[in-house]
């Protein structure tokens, strides 16, 4: 049964340090979301990409957010420094070009004191 | 950036009964899509709906959409306690080949058994 897989599930930092987060797309998909899931902002994308190339990344926040995909496999998002204000749910989610179904990864539970 | 408004915010019901949620939006849409994601998890595709249509079945699911009201609704028939979840609906803007989903606030289903 194919999943999108994303590590680490939880992660509580401190303020200022570097978080990563990494997600593993289905094999054979060739689109990466990441979104971010808040009480406050619901659902937000904060970034898309097509065959590894960074497509929108116009719901992050320039600053301090960071989007790659190094292979196929993997898709990374880095936040450096990290603020209080970045404690959320970051999920990703895979699919296939012109395939509108998305699906998602169980996303990472990120705290930041 | 929220393109839709769902209504009701939350819902509860017993089991067997039936329940309607509803999805305004306010751009022109290629299709519109609802999604299921139960507490602490990621979001489950349930059914997509293209512009061109009015309305589509799957089990006992049941959407339905309205383009010149920007309106869809999502009606589950009767209902158990494994429905109970937040259900969201999101939208794909013209012309469809993105696959970028913009999410509503979602609404928290509650059935009782």
């Known amino acids: 049964d194919a999943r999108v897989t994303q590590t680490p599930r939880h992660k509580v930092t401190e303020m200022g340090q570097e978080v990563t987060m990494r997600c593993q797309p289905i094999?054979?998909?060739?689109?990466v979301f990441w979104y971010r899931q808040t009480m406050m902002q619901g659902l937000e994308l904060l970034a898309y990409f097509r065959n590894r190339a960074p497509l929108d990344d116009s719901g992050m926040p320039k600053d301090r957010f960071s989007a790659e995909m190094p292979d196929a496999t993997l898709a990374t998002l880095k936040i450096q420094p990290s603020e209080p204000r970045d404690s959320a749910v970051y999920f990703c989610?895979?699919?296939?070009?012109?395939?509108?179904?998305?699906?998602f990864g169980p996303g990472t539970r990120l705290l930041v004191l | 950036s929220q393109q839709g408004e769902e209504d009701p915010q939350a819902l509860s019901i017993q089991e067997g009964e039936n329940a309607t949620m509803n999805c305004s939006y306010k751009?022109?849409?290629?299709?519109l899509q609802w999604y299921r994601q139960n507490s602490g998890r990621g979001l489950v595709h349930l059914i997509l709906?293209?512009?061109?249509?009015r309305e589509k079945h799957s089990g006992r699911l049941r959407v339905t959409l309205d383009t010149s009201k920007k309106s869809s609704s999502l009606l589950i028939t009767a209902s158990r306690a494994a429905d109970t979840a937040s259900y969201f609906c999101?939208?794909?803007?013209?012309?469809?080949?993105?696959?970028?989903?913009?999410f509503g606030q979602g609404t928290t289903l509650q059935v009782k058994p």
């Open positions: 989610a895979s699919g296939l070009e012109f395939k509108e179904t998305q699906y």
């Open positions: 094999l054979g998909h060739n689109t």
């Open positions: 709906i293209r512009s061109n249509e």
């Open positions: 751009t022109s849409i290629n299709n």
């Open positions: 999101a939208t794909v803007a013209p012309p469809g080949n993105t696959g970028k989903l913009i």
